[in-house]
């Protein structure tokens, strides 16, 4: 029977738009970049050009290989720099992912690709959650801080500062910047504790200017 559907490309393309809805839905209700549209079309797309490669003398491996290449810049498109941190990652892994999920349901396991499909949805929904609550529990940061003058006492204080809010400072290096001195440390603790001395940092006098990373 399975064997049958396979020959069904109207079939094929119906099941690939609904996985791909099914994982658009939640990007488009988190407002990622890939939302909805888009992320049906990358399904879509890696599932036709599957088919294309069975219904050819095309060998299938080279059709594959060229998919992926074509959806590594696709990826790389939605891969930015913020202003304080590296965006897009898991909106470019989620394109990535969803290729292959086309070409699989393009190849005619439809049971994989809908199992594959929940299996994202789980991760992106549920471990997001996780995160939150470890980063709750631990989180790392890495922050520029620039001191009034070139003091290195400031260092000890600001050290301390850090300690003073359950942080522990890691020191990565130390810059003269013109009549300023630059330090730039990586510091551990709960997220709540670095929302914190972030809002603190701001009122020490002898801080000149501070962004985290």
């Known amino acids: 029977m399975l064997d049958r559907l396979e020959d069904l490309p109207v079939l094929t393309v119906l099941i690939s738009v609904l996985c791909g809805a099914i994982v658009g839905f939640e990007r488009e209700f988190k407002n990622k970049s890939a939302g909805f549209r888009t992320i049906i079309l990358i399904c879509l797309g890696s599932t036709i050009f599957t088919l294309t490669s069975r219904m050819g003398n095309i060998s299938d491996d080279r059709i594959a290989a060229n998919i992926v290449t074509g959806i590594g810049f696709i990826g790389a498109g939605v891969i930015y720099q913020g202003k304080f941190n590296v965006q897009g990652l898991t909106t470019a892994a989620v394109i990535w992912s969803m290729a292959g999920i086309g070409m699989i349901i393009g190849f005619g396991n439809y ?36 001191f009034q ?65």
């Open 149 to 213: 003058s070139l003091r290195t006492s400031h260092l000890d204080a600001f050290e301390n500062f850090l300690k003073t809010h359950q942080l522990t400072p890691q020191r990565k290096g130390v810059e003269k910047k013109g009549e300023h001195l630059t330090a730039v440390y990586e510091i551990t603790g709960t997220q709540k504790n670095i929302g914190r001395a972030h809002h603190a940092i701001i009122e020490l006098d002898y801080v000149y200017a501070f962004n985290n990373l």
């Open 111 to 146: 049971p994989l690709g809908f199992m594959l499909t929940l299996c994202m949805v789980v991760i992106l929904s549920l471990f997001q959650k996780m995160e939150s609550l470890l980063s709750g529990v631990y989180s790392v940061q890495v922050i520029h801080i620039t």
